[in-house]
Structures are given as structure tokens and as C-alpha cells.
């Protein structure tokens, strides 16, 4: 069956833009988490939303946000962009039980801010 | 204290060796751990799950995971160069589906 996809798979952006990033999950899940993968500091959990809703929020500013769509999709939105926030997005999506979950990942979306 | 440690390494094995790669967590109640690999310009993808005290062989891995120590290691068998990569040790912090990853260990396995 079809992986996580995440679109677009590159992107570049210049600092103050917005960007949105997409994610479609296996079918049948139903947890989907972004994370932020920087040399500097490794996979960071930014958000996770389980049907429709935010379940868990790292700590990473108000800039960045998500969604979740009722067929499971999700996307992520940062706003305001700043050059630290160029990095790997990786999406990863579950069944949705909690705790103790596979979490499968998507490609990821490279963004480099200029 | 970061939440999950490792040793940033590189370790360098000579082919047929055995790896061993170690981890610590901060979380007592932590429940879940796992371990993925992650090429050079590619995602995490996982090796193995360990859920209670012990050891779980799967082929050439082995994790094991001694939560009295807040410790989870792994052992790769027979090491061969499609090996070197990047292992991250990943323990589910929280609610829901949280994961919270080390920062890796860079794993060299050369001929």
C-alpha cells in the first residue's frame, strides 16, 4: 500500500513569506505528526493531530501551525519565515493509538530560506 | 539533561563485527522505544520496537531495554557496510504520539 507522501518535496522561500507543506497519510491512519530535522538539533516534534484534532504541541512559536483534514491529510503552515527555520519537515502518520505506536515517515519536505 | 542521549559517535566497526549502539532516557514512566535509521538525505525508517525489559532479536538486530537503568541499546550482528547510516533512538514521551528522538549515532562499518 501507498506510503506517507509529503509535497512539495523541496522548496525555497525568502525570509517573511509563508509557507504551507502537505501530508497524506497511510491509508487508514489516522495520527499524523510533523517534526523538524535540523543538523544543529536533530528531529524536533513540532505538532500531532489525530482526527482533526491537535493532540500534542512541541515548543516551537506561534509561526508555525497545522491542520488536519476529516480523510486523515494534513498540512503544516509557517508564516513569517525566518532563516533558522530552513530545515527537513518530515511528516509521519499512525493508527492513532496512543503511547505505543509505529510511526511511519514520509520523504520529508526540504525548505531552505533565503 | 536532554531527554533521550546518545553518543554522536561516528563508531567505526570493521565489516562482520558487531555494533553496539546505546541510549538513555530521562522519562521513567516512559513506556515505548524504538529504534530507526535514517541514510544520508533520506528519512527515518525503523529497525525495531522493545515495549518491556529485555532483550528482542529481530534477524541481525538485537534491542535491548533495561527501564530500571532508563537505558535501550542495540546490537547489530555481522555488520556490513549498507549498515552505516544514522541510528536514532526514540522513546514516546507524553500523550498521544509524541516521540522523542536522540540526536543519533553515526555508525561507519567499513570494509
Known amino acids: 500500500k501507498a506510503g506517507v507522501t509529503q509535497t512539495p518535496r523541496y522548496l525555497i522561500k525568502t525570509r517573511g513569506q509563508q509557507v504551507t507543506l502537505s501530508c497524506s497519510p497511510i491509508?487508514?491512519?489516522?495520527?499524523v505528526s510533523w517534526y523538524q530535522q535540523t543538523p544543529g538539533q536533530g528531529l524536533q516534534f513540532l505538532f500531532e493531530?489525530?482526527?482533526?484534532?491537535?493532540?500534542n504541541k512541541g515548543n516551537f512559536p506561534g509561526r508555525f501551525s497545522g491542520r488536519q483534514f476529516s480523510n486523515s491529510r494534513s498540512e503544516m503552515n509557517v508564516s513569517t519565515l525566518e532563516l533558522g527555520d530552513s530545515a527537513l519537515y518530515l511528516c509521519a502518520s499512525s493508527t492513532g493509538a496512543s503511547g505505543a505506536n509505529v510511526l511511519t515517515f514520509g520523504a520529508g519536505s526540504r525548505l531552505t530560506v533565503l | 539533561q536532554k531527554e533521550v542521549e546518545q553518543n554522536s559517535g561516528p563508531l567505526s566497526v570493521p565489516e562482520g563485527a558487531i555494533a553496539s549502539l546505546n541510549c538513555t532516557y530521562s522519562d521513567r514512566v516512559s513506556q515505548s522505544f524504538f529504534w530507526y535509521r535514517q541514510y544520508s538525505g533520506k528519512s527515518p525508517e525503523l529497525i525495531m520496537s522493545?515495549?518491556?525489559?529485555g532483550d528482542k532479536e529481530d534477524g541481525r538486530f538485537t534491542a535491548q531495554l533495561n527501564k530500571a537503568s532508563q537505558y535501550v541499546s542495540l546490537l547489530i550482528r555481522d555488520s556490513q557496510p549498507s549498515d552505516s547510516a544514522t541510528y536514532l533512538c526514540a522513546v514516546f514521551t507524553g500523550g498521544g504520539n509524541k516521540l522523542t528522538f536522540g540526536t543519533g549515532t553515526q555508525l561507519k562499518v567499513e570494509l
Open positions: 522493545i515495549y518491556s525489559n
Open positions: 491509508s487508514g491512519h489516522r495520527s
Open positions: 493531530y489525530f482526527s482533526e484534532t491537535q493532540r
